[in-house]
Protein backbone atom coordinates (compact mmCIF):
# COMPACT_ATOMS: atom_id res chain seq x y z
CA UNK A 1 0.00 0.00 0.00
CA UNK A 2 1.03 3.24 -1.32
CA UNK A 3 1.55 6.11 1.73
CA UNK A 4 -0.74 8.71 0.10
CA UNK A 5 0.28 11.34 2.52
CA UNK A 6 3.89 11.27 0.86
CA UNK A 7 4.89 14.30 -1.31
CA UNK A 8 5.22 14.19 -4.93
CA UNK A 9 8.54 14.95 -6.25
CA UNK A 10 8.87 18.34 -7.16
CA UNK A 11 8.85 18.86 -11.15
CA UNK A 12 11.28 21.96 -13.07
CA UNK A 13 10.86 23.05 -16.70
CA UNK A 14 13.97 23.76 -18.89
CA UNK A 15 14.49 27.02 -17.24
CA UNK A 16 14.94 25.17 -13.74
CA UNK A 17 11.98 26.78 -12.66
CA UNK A 18 8.94 24.84 -10.89
CA UNK A 19 5.74 24.51 -11.93
CA UNK A 20 4.06 24.28 -8.75
CA UNK A 21 1.39 27.31 -8.38
CA UNK A 22 1.16 27.02 -12.19
CA UNK A 23 -2.18 27.11 -13.91
CA UNK A 24 -2.70 27.47 -17.26
CA UNK A 25 -4.91 29.71 -19.03
CA UNK A 26 -6.94 29.25 -22.77
CA UNK A 27 -5.91 30.99 -25.52
CA UNK A 28 -9.07 31.95 -26.29
CA UNK A 29 -9.27 29.60 -29.60
CA UNK A 30 -10.06 26.94 -27.27
CA UNK A 31 -12.95 25.75 -29.55
CA UNK A 32 -11.20 26.87 -32.59
CA UNK A 33 -11.83 23.63 -35.12
CA UNK A 34 -9.07 25.15 -37.78
CA UNK A 35 -11.73 26.55 -40.45
CA UNK A 36 -12.20 30.20 -42.48
CA UNK A 37 -14.42 33.11 -40.04
CA UNK A 38 -17.30 32.48 -42.42
CA UNK A 39 -17.50 36.76 -42.78
CA UNK A 40 -14.04 36.45 -44.13
CA UNK A 41 -14.78 34.22 -46.75
CA UNK A 42 -17.52 36.06 -47.64
CA UNK A 43 -15.65 38.91 -48.04
CA UNK A 44 -12.88 36.79 -50.07
CA UNK A 45 -15.27 36.63 -52.37
CA UNK A 46 -15.09 39.94 -53.66
CA UNK A 47 -11.49 40.90 -52.76
CA UNK A 48 -12.20 44.08 -55.06
CA UNK A 49 -14.76 45.50 -52.12
CA UNK A 50 -11.24 46.47 -49.98
CA UNK A 51 -13.07 48.34 -47.07
CA UNK A 52 -15.72 45.35 -46.85
CA UNK A 53 -12.56 42.95 -47.16
CA UNK A 54 -10.71 44.84 -44.63
CA UNK A 55 -13.73 44.84 -42.24
CA UNK A 56 -14.06 41.56 -42.17
CA UNK A 57 -10.22 40.49 -41.66
CA UNK A 58 -9.89 43.14 -38.93
CA UNK A 59 -12.34 40.68 -37.03
CA UNK A 60 -10.66 37.34 -37.72
CA UNK A 61 -8.77 34.73 -36.60
CA UNK A 62 -5.91 33.83 -38.91
CA UNK A 63 -3.00 31.19 -38.54
CA UNK A 64 0.54 32.40 -38.54
CA UNK A 65 2.89 29.21 -39.35
CA UNK A 66 5.51 28.30 -37.21
CA UNK A 67 8.25 25.62 -38.57
CA UNK A 68 11.08 24.20 -37.37
CA UNK A 69 14.37 26.25 -37.75
CA UNK A 70 18.35 24.80 -36.88
CA UNK A 71 19.25 26.71 -33.95
CA UNK A 72 23.08 24.71 -33.79
CA UNK A 73 24.49 21.95 -35.69
CA UNK A 74 27.88 19.61 -35.37
CA UNK A 75 30.28 20.09 -38.44
CA UNK A 76 32.94 18.56 -37.03
CA UNK A 77 32.09 15.00 -38.99
CA UNK A 78 31.35 14.10 -42.59
CA UNK A 79 27.81 14.80 -41.79
CA UNK A 80 26.26 17.97 -40.89
CA UNK A 81 24.35 16.95 -37.79
CA UNK A 82 21.13 18.32 -35.91
CA UNK A 83 22.25 18.99 -32.40
CA UNK A 84 19.53 22.06 -31.87
CA UNK A 85 16.00 23.20 -33.62
CA UNK A 86 13.69 26.47 -32.64
CA UNK A 87 10.01 26.62 -33.47
CA UNK A 88 10.25 30.25 -35.62
CA UNK A 89 7.52 32.47 -37.67
CA UNK A 90 8.32 32.50 -41.31
CA UNK A 91 9.14 35.52 -43.26
CA UNK A 92 9.45 35.92 -47.20
CA UNK A 93 11.81 38.51 -49.22
CA UNK A 94 10.72 39.60 -52.99
CA UNK A 95 13.56 40.15 -54.96
CA UNK A 96 12.76 44.06 -54.90
CA UNK A 97 13.74 43.45 -51.03
CA UNK A 98 10.14 43.49 -49.81
CA UNK A 99 9.39 41.49 -46.77
CA UNK A 100 6.27 39.67 -45.88
CA UNK A 101 5.16 37.35 -43.35
CA UNK A 102 2.59 34.21 -44.75
CA UNK A 103 -0.85 34.21 -43.03
CA UNK A 104 -3.91 31.44 -43.38
CA UNK A 105 -7.25 31.82 -43.16
CA UNK A 106 -7.28 27.86 -42.24
CA UNK A 107 -5.42 24.62 -41.83
CA UNK A 108 -6.56 23.21 -45.32
CA UNK A 109 -4.60 26.73 -46.79
CA UNK A 110 -1.65 26.09 -44.46
CA UNK A 111 -1.59 22.63 -45.48
CA UNK A 112 -1.23 23.45 -49.27
CA UNK A 113 1.39 25.54 -48.49
CA UNK A 114 3.24 23.10 -46.17
CA UNK A 115 1.76 20.49 -44.16
CA UNK A 116 4.45 20.43 -41.49
CA UNK A 117 4.35 23.57 -40.48
CA UNK A 118 2.20 24.20 -36.67
CA UNK A 119 -0.57 26.84 -37.13
CA UNK A 120 -0.68 29.42 -34.34
CA UNK A 121 -3.73 30.95 -34.13
CA UNK A 122 -3.82 34.61 -33.39
CA UNK A 123 -6.19 37.98 -34.29
CA UNK A 124 -5.50 39.87 -36.96
CA UNK A 125 -4.29 42.35 -35.35
CA UNK A 126 -1.60 40.53 -33.13
CA UNK A 127 -0.41 38.90 -37.01
CA UNK A 128 0.04 42.27 -38.14
CA UNK A 129 1.72 43.82 -34.98
CA UNK A 130 3.68 40.41 -35.39
CA UNK A 131 4.91 40.90 -39.14
CA UNK A 132 5.89 44.44 -38.17
CA UNK A 133 8.15 43.47 -35.03
CA UNK A 134 10.31 41.48 -37.99
CA UNK A 135 10.20 44.39 -40.10
CA UNK A 136 7.95 43.11 -42.55
CA UNK A 137 6.26 45.60 -45.11
CA UNK A 138 3.28 42.68 -45.84
CA UNK A 139 0.98 40.41 -45.27
CA UNK A 140 0.14 37.77 -47.91
CA UNK A 141 -3.09 35.62 -47.05
CA UNK A 142 -3.30 31.83 -48.10
CA UNK A 143 -0.13 31.48 -49.76
CA UNK A 144 -0.59 28.76 -51.81
CA UNK A 145 -4.10 29.19 -52.73
CA UNK A 146 -5.20 33.00 -53.46
CA UNK A 147 -1.68 34.80 -52.40
CA UNK A 148 -3.68 37.55 -51.63
CA UNK A 149 -1.65 40.67 -50.24
CA UNK A 150 -2.71 43.22 -47.55
CA UNK A 151 -0.54 46.28 -48.42
CA UNK A 152 1.29 48.46 -46.04
CA UNK A 153 -1.28 50.91 -45.14
CA UNK A 154 -3.64 47.71 -44.39
CA UNK A 155 -0.67 46.39 -42.45
CA UNK A 156 -0.63 49.54 -40.48
CA UNK A 157 -4.37 49.98 -39.95
CA UNK A 158 -4.43 45.86 -38.57
CA UNK A 159 -1.92 46.43 -36.42
CA UNK A 160 -3.00 50.25 -34.99
CA UNK A 161 -6.70 48.83 -34.48
CA UNK A 162 -7.82 51.43 -36.45
CA UNK A 163 -10.41 51.10 -39.77
CA UNK A 164 -9.13 51.38 -42.59
CA UNK A 165 -10.23 53.58 -45.71
CA UNK A 166 -8.64 54.30 -49.39
CA UNK A 167 -7.01 56.81 -49.07
CA UNK A 168 -8.47 59.11 -50.90
CA UNK A 169 -11.50 58.83 -48.63
CA UNK A 170 -9.21 58.85 -45.39
CA UNK A 171 -10.06 61.96 -43.54
CA UNK A 172 -6.14 62.31 -42.09
CA UNK A 173 -4.94 62.02 -45.53
CA UNK A 174 -7.01 64.73 -46.99
CA UNK A 175 -6.43 66.98 -43.96
CA UNK A 176 -2.51 66.57 -44.78
CA UNK A 177 -2.83 67.37 -48.44
CA UNK A 178 -4.86 70.96 -47.82
CA UNK A 179 -2.15 71.07 -45.50
CA UNK A 180 0.71 70.73 -47.33
CA UNK A 181 -1.05 72.95 -50.15
CA UNK A 182 -2.17 75.62 -48.09
CA UNK A 183 0.90 77.69 -48.52
CA UNK A 184 1.22 77.37 -52.35
CA UNK A 185 -0.21 80.84 -53.84
CA UNK A 186 0.10 78.87 -57.00
CA UNK A 187 -2.24 75.99 -56.13
CA UNK A 188 -5.98 77.06 -56.40
CA UNK A 189 -7.33 74.02 -55.31
CA UNK A 190 -5.78 70.16 -54.67
CA UNK A 191 -8.30 67.29 -55.12
CA UNK A 192 -7.74 63.53 -53.59
CA UNK A 193 -8.77 60.66 -56.13
CA UNK A 194 -7.86 56.81 -56.64
CA UNK A 195 -4.25 56.37 -58.60
CA UNK A 196 -4.20 53.62 -61.18
CA UNK A 197 -2.68 51.38 -58.76
CA UNK A 198 -3.79 49.49 -56.01
CA UNK A 199 -3.72 51.87 -52.68
CA UNK A 200 -2.17 54.60 -54.65
CA UNK A 201 -3.65 58.42 -53.87
CA UNK A 202 -3.40 61.12 -56.91
CA UNK A 203 -3.48 64.82 -56.02
CA UNK A 204 -4.94 66.62 -58.55
CA UNK A 205 -3.42 70.27 -58.24
CA UNK A 206 -5.26 72.94 -59.95
CA UNK A 207 -2.70 75.70 -60.89
CA UNK A 208 -2.80 78.55 -62.20
CA UNK A 209 -2.23 79.11 -65.64
CA UNK A 210 1.48 80.25 -67.20
CA UNK A 211 3.78 77.95 -65.38
CA UNK A 212 6.46 76.61 -66.48
CA UNK A 213 6.87 72.47 -66.60
CA UNK A 214 10.02 72.72 -64.31
CA UNK A 215 8.06 75.30 -61.81
CA UNK A 216 5.11 72.72 -61.93
CA UNK A 217 7.41 69.87 -60.72
CA UNK A 218 9.02 72.01 -58.09
CA UNK A 219 5.42 72.67 -56.59
CA UNK A 220 4.53 69.24 -56.45
CA UNK A 221 8.04 68.04 -55.18
CA UNK A 222 7.49 70.13 -52.39
CA UNK A 223 4.25 69.37 -51.65
CA UNK A 224 5.10 65.42 -51.76
CA UNK A 225 7.91 66.07 -49.25
CA UNK A 226 5.76 67.69 -47.20
CA UNK A 227 2.76 65.28 -46.89
CA UNK A 228 5.89 62.64 -46.45
CA UNK A 229 6.79 64.60 -43.15
CA UNK A 230 3.44 63.79 -41.58
CA UNK A 231 4.33 59.71 -40.60
CA UNK A 232 0.73 58.97 -40.37
CA UNK A 233 -0.32 60.22 -43.50
CA UNK A 234 2.68 58.26 -45.27
CA UNK A 235 1.33 55.35 -42.96
CA UNK A 236 -2.10 55.29 -44.65
CA UNK A 237 -0.76 55.68 -48.01
CA UNK A 238 0.80 52.90 -50.44
CA UNK A 239 1.79 55.03 -53.17
CA UNK A 240 1.43 58.58 -54.38
CA UNK A 241 0.80 60.60 -57.79
CA UNK A 242 0.28 64.10 -58.73
CA UNK A 243 -1.89 65.09 -61.83
CA UNK A 244 -1.36 68.86 -62.73
CA UNK A 245 -4.85 70.73 -64.84
CA UNK A 246 -5.39 73.91 -65.15
CA UNK A 247 -7.26 76.16 -62.35
CA UNK A 248 -10.80 76.31 -63.26
CA UNK A 249 -10.69 73.38 -65.48
Not at 189 to 212: F, H, N, Q, Y
Amino acid sequence: MTDASRELPEHFDSAGQTFSGRSLTGTGFDDDDGSIDPQLAAALRHPEDEVQLMTALARARLLVPVVAALAEADESGELVVEKNTEMAVVTLTAPSGERAMPVFTDTAALAAWDPSARPSPVRAEVAAQAAIAEQCDVLVLDLATRSLVVRPSMLWALAQRMTWHPPHLDGHVREAISKAVADESDVAEARCEPGSAPGELRVVLAVRPGLTQQALQTVAQRIGERIATDGEARARIDGLAFSIVSAGA
